[in-house]
């Protein structure tokens, strides 16, 4: 039994298979390099777009429930969707600083 338990751990020290290895995108080439960056520069973009549409959406709502008599229900829905619509917002113009502290933190 002793020596199942020691095989086990031996078995259990195997060592990183991907230590030292770091994601290259250069190996594909100098045209595959630049068109991902514009891909994915363009995709970016068009979900910033689309969430300032959103938060608009929103703030429109938010504006449009206090008129009148106000209805308090629809205005904390719009106000909840603005609040998101406005984090969404920010994490997207953060995104590279949040995934360059990701990736330096898992190192």
Request: glycine letters at 12%.
């Amino acid at each position: 039994m002793h020596e199942i338990a020691h095989q086990l751990i031996a078995h259990a020290t195997i060592d990183n298979p991907l230590n030292g290895v770091l994601p290259d995108f250069s190996v594909f080439g100098v045209e595959f390099d630049a068109l991902w960056k514009k891909v994915l520069g363009g995709i970016w973009a068009i979900c910033i777009v689309i969430t300032i549409i959103f938060l608009a959406i929103a703030l429109a709502g938010m504006a449009g429930s206090s008129e009148g008599g106000g209805n308090a229900l629809a205005y904390k829905s719009a106000r909840t969707r603005a609040v998101w619509a406005g984090i969404t917002l920010g994490c997207l113009a953060a995104l590279a600083v949040i995934v360059g502290a990701i990736l330096a933190i898992a190192g």
